[in-house]
């Protein structure tokens, strides 16, 4: 029989628990080289916290954990009486963790930033056109053999040049977002977030700039002054925020009902984000109201009547699914495991692809409570995007 946990590097001094199998090698090697004794789960399904409490036992020196998991008050107590110093979410995310329990339990918390920008970017544009043109139920059709031949009148959907996107939240993934819709689909920009992103509006300037020059019509870009504003006015919204205590139900009934009543709402940040339940009704009133959703307010339960909507693109947590990205995410959390076992400072720059090449930083890329923890920062300069979590509670992604 499969054993339940396989062992790397059985003689390693640091023992690490894994909680489910990681793509690629190079995590692993690196754990290896710190000396590490790596135990990663191998079944294909999620672990319990009285399961993973057991897995900690008494000697537990790091974990790598995942976002469908609570990693709460009695895990990091559990890690700490181990002898660990750092635990690291597989995400960017860390709704799931509850960061004053850790920081309590003196346990830096590590997560996969920077790496995933474009894979979840890319896969927002893909539920928005598949939204605006119908995808989902268009290949129910075809598979079904009711496809007869082409006709002037099938499956007809939205153009999506020349409209309104909103984007919600204009952290890396928002940003990425906007540009790909502005430069591949001519759109007009509208962006909330806490603080301006002279990014992106420079990005759009420079991008109408060269529109002008070969005489065409240039695209408006501006921060909208409240969320109903950007609702009211955006034939497509798009969610990149975090979730929180202020963003939870961020989009509810009376949201929705500000919504042009044909726009799309596309969901890849997290599900409670939207009131799912309220979702439902609206899509039942107006048909023409299209929604692509990546993420669920119960996951991976949706609520009633969710999956019998046609106008719903639905796909199962996929925004960072690509090999390259889940290769990059499991180096990143092995670099915050080194890192802090080590006593290596926290890395406070953006770039973070400079931990994927085969000379890594001594530092960790990401720890969201490094400042409550008075770790050492990499560099001087306030340069840093990743402060304390109390001072980001609204944080985007
Ligand atoms: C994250 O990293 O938070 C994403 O949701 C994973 O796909």
């Known amino acids: 029989m499969k054993p339940d946990w396989q062992v790397h590097n059985p003689d390693g001094n640091h023992r690490v628990i894994v909680t489910r199998r990681l793509p690629g090698t190079q995590w692993l090697s690196i754990l290896e080289e710190a000396d590490c004794r790596i135990e990663v789960w191998q079944a294909d399904h999620q672990l319990d916290s009285g399961t993973i409490k057991t897995a900690i036992g008494a000697d537990c020196k790091a974990a790598i954990g995942m976002l469908s998991e609570k990693w709460g008050p009695e895990l990091f107590s559990a890690l700490q009486a181990a002898g660990a ?11 799931n963790i509850d960061i004053d329990a850790a920081t309590a339990a003196g346990i830096a918390v590590g997560n996969t930033p920077g790496v995933l920008t474009g894979a979840t970017a ?12 119908r995808i989902g139920e268009a290949e129910r059709f075809l598979r079904a053999g009711l496809f007869d031949g082409w006709s002037p009148t099938l499956f007809l959907g939205r153009l999506l040049a020349g409209k309104t996107i909103g984007v919600v939240g204009a952290g890396r993934i928002g940003t990425a977002y906007a540009r790909i819709m502005v430069q591949g689909f001519r759109t007009n920009l509208i962006y909330y977030s806490r603080r301006p992103n002279p990014e992106l509006e420079n990005f759009v300037s420079a991008y109408n700039n060269f529109l002008e020059s070969q005489g065409q019509k240039t695209l408006t870009c501006y921060r909208a002054s409240s969320i109903e504003e950007l609702l009211q006015k955006s034939d497509c919204v798009s969610l990149h925020t975090s979730l929180n205590e202020h ?109 994927l090449g085969s000379r890594p930083p001594a530092a960790a890329p990401s720890i969201i409570n490094a400042d409550s923890l008075g770790l050492p920062f990499s560099h001087q300069s306030k340069l840093k995007k990743q402060d304390g979590h109390k001072a980001t509670a609204g944080r985007l992604l």
């Open 85 to 95: 110093k750092i635990y690291c979410n597989y995400a960017v995310g860390f709704n």
């Open 122 to 133: 890319e896969l927002a544009v893909a539920l928005t056109l598949a939204a605006a043109r």
């Open 247 to 355: 963003t939870h139900h961020l989009i509810d009934a009376s949201g929705l009902e500000l919504m042009k009543k044909n726009a799309i709402l596309v969901n890849t940040s997290r599900g409670p984000v939207i009131d799912e339940t309220a979702l439902v009704e609206h899509c039942r009133k107006y048909p023409e109201f299209r929604a692509g959703l990546d993420v669920f307010e119960n996951e991976p339960r949706l609520a009633p009547g969710l999956n019998e909507l046609e106008n719903l693109v639905l796909l199962p947590h996929l925004g960072s699914a690509t090999n390259w990205t889940r290769r990059a995410m499991a180096i990143l959390a092995a670099m915050n495991l080194v890192a802090i076992l080590k006593g290596w400072p926290v890395w406070n720059r953006d770039e973070l692809e400079v931990f």
